[in-house]
């Protein structure tokens, strides 16, 4: 008897081993389905960000080039006040508006006045010693322009915003999934898991140039992407509002009583402002029939305060606006955000890199190593390397699904029609649709369609596998 029950429990325990190999085997399969899905989809959207991210990386150093002739000029002796030069950029452009003032960060720089001319939006160079005008740029023919809107919506305003971020979030996911994939279970050899096998044929050497190089820059690509969202459009206005709402963005201690708020934020004012202060509420100035003060003043207040060289004056946007001063310097541990009321000159708000909360200062310093600014040429390398390998991750798998895909046939991984995904594939829902909302949706509308219309199709179903 005690052989017998001895044999019933071995066979229990290989029917458990089969069933737990063959679940195994399923979800295996079932990831690589998805990974395949992801992988054709939006591997072209990240090899367009990654391009358009180098190009915008160097950016400090391609404008110095491209403009050197309106940065650059001769130093003089004694500059002339930031109030003659603008009045002479009025003499140029009498129809102009003066939106913004910043004074020169070197000896031998130009001044930088912005002007609305013709409802267009242009920077002005000055020559501070003369106040020649040395040349103008139309902000929509900066080349970095372009290639910012290119890399942040495609060009296509808020359904573009909404397509990065969605091939950005869905990166995190083929980085996820690849990783699973990769995930060595039959052998633990270097070659082929840690270091790629350059002489066991070409289907094998490319696997491995795709995933092994995927794994070793994992950690790089995760920060690399995290950092990245923040200034897209509903991710980043979420983590916003959780900064603003856990008190981990600008304080609420920040105003002073008497200044009436508006419901304005900074970033709709001020072009270029930190990401921290980009919610904050624009306060208001107090008419007590006062002139305008100059700008030479607020450059005092700028000084007195002292804000880091760089700052540029957006001027005051009506009788209640105010002189915003700020500064976004390669070390995020410099930026500042001032509103100063325009006729007493008192300053109503002053946000800091110390006044941030931990969720501000993490994405502060993120998005600087994200643009590569943190640590100089050795960040803009770093991040170069980062850009490079996502785009010979995405060429080389989309290589091996062209050499390997049946004539005819789209070629994604089979899903075994006896697995139930619906446990795993509503954990994962639920999970992805609160870190990233898109993902969520999207994953819906594509199992929607996997299990509504390719599957009940022959003919979809035999093209698709």
């Known amino acids: 008897m005690t052989a017998i029950r001895q044999e019933k429990r071995d066979d229990v325990t290989a029917n458990s081993m089969k069933t737990d190999s063959s679940k195994a085997k399923h979800l295996y399969k079932a990831v690589w389905r998805w990974h395949f899905y992801a992988g054709i989809i939006f591997a072209p959207f990240v090899i367009m960000l990654a391009i358009t991210g180098i190009i915008y990386l160097f950016k400090p150093q391609i404008e110095n080039m491209m403009y050197q002739d309106y940065y650059y000029i001769q130093a003089g002796q004694r500059p002339l006040s930031p109030s003659i030069q603008i009045e002479k950029v009025e003499k140029s452009y009498p129809d102009a508006t003066i939106t913004r003032y910043k004074p020169p960060v070197e000896a031998d720089r130009s001044s930088e006045i912005g002007i609305l001319n013709k409802d267009e939006s242009m920077t002005i160079f000055v020559n501070p010693y003369n106040g020649e005008v040395v ?252 850009c490079l390998v996502l785009i010979g991750i995405s060429v080389s798998g989309f290589i091996m699904w062209w050499q390997r895909r049946p004539t005819g046939k789209l070629g994604a991984p089979s899903l075994p029609n006896d697995f139930n995904m619906l446990k795993w594939v509503t954990v994962i829902i639920v999970i992805l649709g609160i870190i990233f909302p898109l993902v969520g949706v999207s994953l819906l509308m594509v199992l929607a369609l996997d299990w509504l219309v390719i599957r009940r199709i022959p003919t979809v179903k035999q093209w698709i596998g």
């Not at 950690?219 to 950092?227: A, E, R, S």
């Not at 004056?313 to 955000?337: C, H, L, M, R, W």
């Not at 009321?341 to 994405?363: C, N, T």
């Open 135 to 386: 040349g103008e740029l139309k902000d929509s023919d900066k080349l970095m322009n372009k290639i910012e809107e290119l890399h942040g919506e495609l060009m296509m305003g808020t359904m573009g915003d909404r397509l990065v971020e969605l091939a950005a979030c869905w990166a995190m996911v083929l980085l996820i999934t690849g990783i699973y994939l990769w995930w060595p279970r039959k052998t633990k050899s270097l070659f082929g898991t840690f270091i790629p096998r350059f002489f066991k044929g070409k289907r094998t050497m490319l696997r491995d140039l795709h995933a092994v190089p995927a794994f070793w820059f994992s950690l790089f690509i995760t920060i690399f992407i995290l950092t990245g969202l923040p200034w897209s459009g509903l991710w980043g206005d979420m983590i916003n509002r959780v900064a603003t709402a856990t008190q981990t963005g600008y304080p609420s201690g920040l105003w002073d009583g008497n200044v009436p708020k508006s419901v304005i934020p900074t970033k709709d004012v001020v072009k270029e402002v930190p990401w921290a202060a980009e919610k904050m509420p624009v306060p208001q100035s107090n008419e007590n029939g006062m002139t305008t003060l100059p700008v030479e003043r607020i450059m005092k207040i700028a000084n007195d305060n002292k804000i880091q060289p760089g700052y540029r004056i957006n001027f005051p946007q009506g009788e209640t606006g105010v002189y915003t001063v700020s500064v976004s310097p390669d070390k995020p541990e410099g930026q500042a955000t001032l509103h100063i009321d325009q006729y007493s000159g008192k300053v109503l708000a002053d946000l800091r890199f110390e006044d941030y909360g931990p969720l501000a200062k993490a994405i502060s310093i993120g998005v600087a190593l994200h643009e590569g600014h943190y640590f100089g040429l050795a960040n803009q390398l770093l991040d170069l390397v980062i």
